[in-house]
């Protein structure tokens, strides 16, 4: 059998579409040379984000941890910023991260949270179970709630994350974040999240780059797609009528996750869209390009 040697041309198309797949793994991994960083619109509230200055020069200063989870540290300019997220349930009042500098003692950063009262929502739920869950469905929330948190707390120290991001699908937002909710009159955690009403099936794109870390179905959460943008910032996608990604695949701003749906608690198709930012849920709306 006569063997032929590969054409040239051929070997460069393949070299360049290597090379392309690595410059797009990189700009999810690394910020791009010169780029302004653009930060989320800071509210010192609970469920919003507290930008705080953490010190200047080249090299990146230390870690931030607040409420036991690390929190990005960026550079802006000639100095470092980290974004803090606030968790819901934080009170009013004097608060202060942890600041750990790499050549040095711990010493706190304190910053103040205003008090923010959001208003009650009151909802009525057909299927009786995501009111009052079964024993066996407590067990199933209790193995979920651990899985759950693992994916939003996920910290991924090599990946720069994108805080202006785009609505992840185009609809009227039906519920806002911070909501004290009652499901056929019983009280319930506050909404953490923001709800988008859309049909079934409208795509849902990722709102900025990433990398998908789990998909499942959830007792409460339905359908839910998690994306890892980088150094503690996670969002998640709720109540999807199908799942278009799987756990490991990158994704850059516009790509299908899956579409919007009813699975889960809900009254109605929309999409519950979450954010968190070192494990605390926050306001989607700061993130949006508006």
């Given at each position: 059998m006569k063997l032929h040697a590969e054409r040239p041309t051929a070997i460069m198309q393949r070299a360049s579409r290597s090379l392309r797949a690595g410059i797009a793994l990189a700009a999810v991994l690394l910020p791009l040379a010169g780029t302004a960083l653009e930060l989320p619109r800071e509210r010192r509230v609970p469920g919003g984000i507290a930008i705080l200055d953490v010190g200047a020069g080249d090299e990146r200063p230390g870690s931030v941890v607040f409420n036991g989870h690390e929190a990005p540290v960026l550079r802006r300019g000639s100095s470092w910023v980290a974004v803090v997220g606030i968790p819901l349930d934080t009170p009013p009042g004097a608060q202060a991260v942890t600041f750990q500098p790499g050549d040095g003692d711990a010493r706190r950063i304190e910053f103040t949270v205003a008090?923010?009262?959001?208003?009650?929502?009151?909802?009525?739920?057909?299927?009786?179970?995501?009111?009052?869950?079964?024993?066996?469905?407590?067990?199933?929330?209790?193995?979920?709630?651990?899985?759950?948190?693992?994916?939003?707390?996920?910290?991924?120290?090599?990946?720069?994350?994108?805080?202006?991001?785009?609505?992840?699908?185009?609809?009227?937002?039906?519920?806002?974040?911070?909501?004290?909710?009652?499901?056929?009159?019983?009280?319930?955690?506050?909404?953490?999240?923001?709800?988008?009403?859309?049909?079934?099936?409208?795509?849902?794109?990722?709102?900025?780059?990433?990398?998908?870390?789990?998909?499942?179905?959830?007792?409460?959460?339905?359908?839910?797609?998690?994306?890892?943008?980088?150094?503690?910032?996670?969002?998640?996608?709720?109540?999807?009528?199908?799942?278009?990604?799987?756990?490991?695949?990158?994704?850059?701003?516009?790509?299908?996750?899956?579409?919007?749906?009813?699975?889960?608690?809900?009254?109605?198709?929309?999409?519950?869209?979450?954010?968190?930012?070192?494990r605390a849920m926050v306001d989607p709306a700061l993130f949006l390009q508006e």
């Open positions: 008090d923010q009262r959001y208003e009650e929502q009151r909802l009525k739920v057909a299927n009786p179970r995501h009111v009052d869950p079964s024993r066996e469905d407590l067990e199933r929330i209790t193995r979920e709630r651990k899985r759950i948190d693992a994916a939003l707390g996920h910290y991924a120290a090599d990946r720069v994350p994108q805080f202006l991001m785009r609505s992840p699908v185009d609809g009227r937002r039906s519920s806002s974040f911070g909501l004290r909710r009652y499901f056929n009159d019983q009280p319930r955690n506050p909404h953490t999240g923001m709800d988008i009403a859309a049909p079934t099936g409208t795509p849902v794109l990722s709102p900025a780059p990433g990398v998908v870390t789990d998909t499942g179905d959830y007792f409460f959460n339905g359908n839910t797609v998690f994306v890892d943008h980088g150094q503690g910032v996670v969002t998640m996608y709720c109540h999807l009528s199908r799942i278009d990604v799987k756990p490991g695949e990158v994704v850059e701003t516009g790509t299908p996750l899956g579409q919007v749906g009813a699975t889960g608690r809900v009254t109605g198709p929309h999409l519950h869209w979450g954010v968190t930012v070192n």
